[in-house]
């Protein structure tokens, strides 16, 4: 579909849309492409359609992260940062959280190493 939207094949788009009476056997719509007269391999709209709207949401969840991250309150002191895999909640989307910049994440570390060790903090 898109490399036939690009122009980079050149052919007719065909939907096949059944109907039906009884709404269990209704059979899942289909395209597929058509050129000089051959039939290209036939795909699944709904599994398509499904990939699509999944790409879609993640982009824009990433445009708003993109935007969230140019517009921090402090961007000297902040970050956004993905949440790694282990610490996510399943039950809660949450993949980016605004946490401390990387300078104030070393400065912490290194405070908490001379707190160890005790010598004073530099």
């Not at 395209?31 to 699944?44: A, C, T, V």
């Not at 991250?69 to 809660?92: M, S, T, V, Y």
């Not at 946490?99 to 060790?117: G, M, N, P, V």
Request: proline share 7%; hydrophobic share 45%; with cysteine.
């Amino acid at each position: 579909m898109r490399s036939s939207i690009r122009g980079d094949i050149s052919g007719l788009c065909i939907l096949k849309i059944s109907a039906c009476i009884r709404t269990e056997n209704l059979p899942s719509p289909a395209w597929w492409l058509k050129k000089d007269g051959i039939k290209e391999p036939e795909s699944s709209m709904r599994a398509d359609l499904f990939a699509i709207v999944q790409s879609l949401l993640i982009l824009a969840e990433e445009m708003v992260v993109l935007w969230a991250e140019d517009n921090l309150r402090c961007p000297q002191a902040q970050r956004i940062a993905i949440l790694p895999e282990e610490r996510r909640d399943p039950n809660i989307a949450i993949r980016y959280v605004v946490t401390a910049s990387l300078k104030h994440e070393q400065r912490l570390a290194d405070f908490i190493k001379a707190q160890e060790q005790g010598t004073p903090p530099a």
